[in-house]
């Protein structure tokens, strides 16, 4: 299973951290969002230090699908309904971002493929929410069109059309976008110290005057308390030969399909779920079927992946301030699927508070902004607490030796209760079933072959090590080891 983007990093790779630091700005997270804060703190002339767990956008980076769109499901009839006013400035946000990113390709003459094309969201049963979200649009000022033509050979309802949004590709874009400025991979933050600014790793600490976390979901709980705002979203991506597309589509089917084209191939995305909450297999198949309804049967599929997204309550991503008590930590998550414009707007805003120049955005990405969804809060405490207290002490109702080949769950192995896969040629994997971040009860992955965790989205491969924060350390695995 692999990214259709995976294959053309070159950059070198950097060294690893085994003494003791002291930095002015340590950026945690070297994905867009960190890459994109250096880049911008580098412009503004202040020192940054990059500090990656593993190698340069190796996470959920890679797994993009790369649009750069404006139009974001249903986000402006939500928004629209507390506060024009910020609809029309997220819509704003996004619009600039991908000027943004189109200025730095431009100056930089970066060969990343980015190309402006139409962007077309359509209904096939529901054309009266995609009414009020056209509604909401032309409300706040976009030029958005209601089209009925069949698209994708799909009998849709309607569709809106908005005019000159992009696309690209986003490890061309990184490898080429300037970094002079200190990087340090391979070396995972395992703690925080926010009150003194101490990062820990495991060789050395790095203290700090200003720490960005850059993790995807934050890596810090208390304060921010960032696992009780959010929740991470699992989605599906095939890459095929064998059609074009010369526009990008979205739909309201099966939790939002996407659509688009890269050089000779198509990319679809979608069929989210929460993280940990698998609602159906075979999404890879699914996938592939849609794709034969629209293209025809003579594809050759290439490229399957998945993506992992911080999810928040309106729809709008958290950047700034990590917490009101600690002054000089910021944070940048919660882009809710559209990782591209929110990363670009989200360290524009971060610059901008750290260099105290105005940004008319700083309050509507604001995490101490008022409107957080109560309702969105409790339910992701009860999950945590259903699979937090509950889970953890019930006893599996299956032995190892049930497995089936290809198989995980949580068993009974050796009279304990563990996650064991079992692999095609009978080879078991074993690792502590109970999530290494807050000890929520994970949950296999039969798509991944990855352990999920219900809570907050952290992600395991089979041998236990991490796929995916808000975790900082790796299963242990049955003989003891990490
Ligand atoms: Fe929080 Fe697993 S990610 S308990």
Redesign the pocket.
């Given at each position: 299973m692999q990214s259709i983007w995976n294959g053309v990093k070159e950059s070198d790779h950097r060294l690893s951290l085994d003494k003791d630091i002291k930095r002015d700005i340590v950026i945690v997270g070297g994905g867009i969002s960190g890459l994109l804060m250096g880049y911008r703190l580098m412009q503004s002339g202040r020192e940054a230090t990059l500090i990656e767990a593993n190698t340069l956008y190796s996470g959920v980076t890679h797994n993009t699908t790369a649009h750069l769109d404006a139009m974001q499901g249903y986000v402006y009839s939500d928004l629209i309904k507390t506060s024009p006013q910020k609809a029309k400035l997220y819509f704003q946000s996004q619009l600039d971002a991908i000027e943004e990113y189109q200025k730095i390709i431009d100056t930089y003459k970066i060969d990343c493929d980015f190309k402006r094309l139409d962007s077309f969201m359509f209904t096939i049963n529901d054309m009266k929410k995609l009414e009020e979200e056209y509604n909401a649009l032309k409300e706040i000022g976009a030029d958005v069109e209601l089209v009925k033509e069949k698209m994708l050979n799909i009998d849709i309802q309607g569709a809106i059309k908005l005019k000159n949004q992009a696309q690209f590709h986003p490890i061309k874009f990184l490898e080429k976008l300037p970094k002079e400025y200190e990087i340090i991979e391979n070396t995972r933050v395992l703690k925080v110290d926010t009150k003194n600014k101490i990062l820990y790793t495991q060789k050395a600490e790095i203290h700090a005057n200003i720490i960005i976390i850059a993790t995807g979901f934050p890596i810090i709980d208390i304060p921010g308390f960032y696992?009780l705002k959010m929740y991470k979203s699992s989605s599906y991506s095939i890459a095929f030969k064998g059609a074009k597309l010369d526009a990008v589509y979205q739909s309201d089917l099966e939790n939002g399909l996407t659509y688009r084209g890269y050089d000779d191939y198509v990319i679809m995305g979608g069929l989210d779920h929460r993280t940990g909450r698998l609602n159906h297999k075979d999404k890879f198949n699914r996938l592939r079927e849609k794709a034969e309804l629209s293209f025809g049967k003579e594809l050759e599929y290439t490229h399957t992946w998945t993506a992992n997204d911080c999810i928040t309550a309106d729809g709008v991503p958290y950047a700034g301030q990590y917490s009101k008590s600690r002054k000089d930590i910021y944070v940048m998550t919660g882009y809710n699927k559209w990782g591209m414009t929110n990363s670009m707007a989200s360290s524009k805003v971060i610059c901008d508070l750290i260099t105290q120049k105005p940004n008319k955005f700083i309050d509507l990405f604001s995490p101490q902004r008022k409107k957080t969804n109560p309702a969105h809060c409790v339910v992701n405490l009860l999950s945590t607490v259903k699979n937090?207290v509950f889970k953890p002490v019930s006893f599996p109702d299956r032995n190892v030796d049930a497995l089936k080949p290809g198989e995980g769950d949580i068993v009974l192995y050796e009279g304990r209760k563990k996650a064991v896969y079992r692999d095609l040629d009978n080879r078991l994997y074993v690792v502590e079933p109970l999530?290494s971040?807050?000890?929520?009860q994970l949950k296999f992955n039969s798509e991944t072959k990855t352990w999920d965790?219900p809570?907050?989205?952290?992600r395991f491969d089979i041998y236990g090590k991490i796929v995916v924060s808000?975790?900082t350390k790796n299963l242990k695995v049955h003989n003891g080891k990490e």
């Open positions: 696992f937090l999530c971040h807050l000890k929520c965790c809570c907050h989205g952290s808000p975790t």
